[in-house]
């Protein structure tokens, strides 16, 4: 262990960080975490969603407004879409990280996709509401 | 140069700890501890002359569906903006997804949605630590497929008797 010939890396972190084994800010498996508990909550709104949309096949839109107009639809339309864009977002974030290794392009597509998933979600919510306030 | 490289622990990797490097692509699987000293990483074998296996394929499956899943989430969008907009464009979206290629799409990510859906159960009963021993990862691998294939044809045989 104490070979002085062993090639070092000079780091900068104390004994007693070395000592409490903890991470930087305690937030290193927030991702993992947050991965998971979408994922458990799109395990029912995804069979609900699926359902409603078969339900709606070949509606006309004033029946499919009617539908959304409804607080506990408008209220499960709404959980779904943060749930299936937050989860998407982890999701694809791994992908990008995993493939694109150059520093430039990958912050591009991560900031790329941040944003078109953000206005994909803001989308969804803002037609939602606005079904459910205007039908 | 092999003096100082300690293996990182892994039971295969503890042998050849202090042998000299044999591949070339090692030199780049070098980490350090958290005292600074430079440790061999095991490598995995490329995935050219990697044989493919239920876990390993399931497992890239859960990746490819993932992303066709989130490029199918740019239709469901369009439907939830038309459906808000106007009944013209309400008409245009639903005539996409009803015209032979948006059925073929929709046929698709109904796969993805529901291969996902059950390797992502999977992955839960894992995460909870169940079923990781190899005979129930490829048992329960093998159900993955069945029961993408049963869920697949009872969604379209609903939807055909619904519409």
């Not at chain 2, 501890?33 to 440790?39: A, E, H, I, P, R």
């Amino acid at each position: 262990m104490s070979d002085p010939k062993a090639p070092q890396v000079a780091i900068m972190r104390s004994m007693l960080g070395r000592a409490r084994g903890l991470g930087a800010a305690k937030s290193g498996t927030a991702h993992w975490w947050s991965q998971r508990a979408t994922a458990i909550a799109l395990v029912p709104l995804s069979l609900w969603f699926v359902a409603s949309v078969i339900g709606l096949l070949g509606a006309p839109r004033a029946a499919v407004a009617a539908w959304a107009a409804g607080p506990i639809t408008a209220t499960l339309l709404l959980a779904t879409i943060a749930a299936l864009f937050q989860h998407l977002h982890l999701g694809v974030k791994v992908v990008i990280e995993d493939y694109i290794h150059a520093e430039r392009p990958r912050m591009f597509w991560l900031l790329a996709l941040k944003g078109l998933i953000g206005l994909m979600a803001l989308a969804s919510a803002v037609s939602v509401l606005k079904l459910a306030f205007t039908g | 140069m092999s003096d100082g490289l300690r293996n990182s622990g892994a039971a295969d990797w503890g042998r050849r700890g202090g042998l000299p490097m044999t591949d070339i692509r090692e030199a780049l699987m070098v980490g350090r501890t958290s005292d600074g000293k430079l440790v061999r990483r095991p490598l995995s074998p490329h995935l050219q002359v990697y044989k493919p296996q239920i876990t390993s394929v399931t497992s890239i499956m859960h990746r490819i569906t993932g992303v066709g899943l989130g490029v199918g989430t740019l239709v469901l969008v369009w439907w939830l903006v038309a459906a808000a907009t106007s009944d013209a464009a309400y008409d245009r979206a639903t005539w996409f997804i009803g015209s032979w290629i948006g059925l073929l799409l929709m046929f698709g990510w109904t796969a993805a949605l529901w291969y996902h859906f059950a390797n992502g159960v999977r992955h839960l009963f894992w995460d909870f630590g169940y079923g990781f021993d190899l005979p129930t990862a490829h048992a329960t691998g093998k159900a993955t497929a069945v029961a993408t294939v049963v869920l697949t044809v009872l969604t379209w045989i609903i939807i055909f008797a619904a519409g």
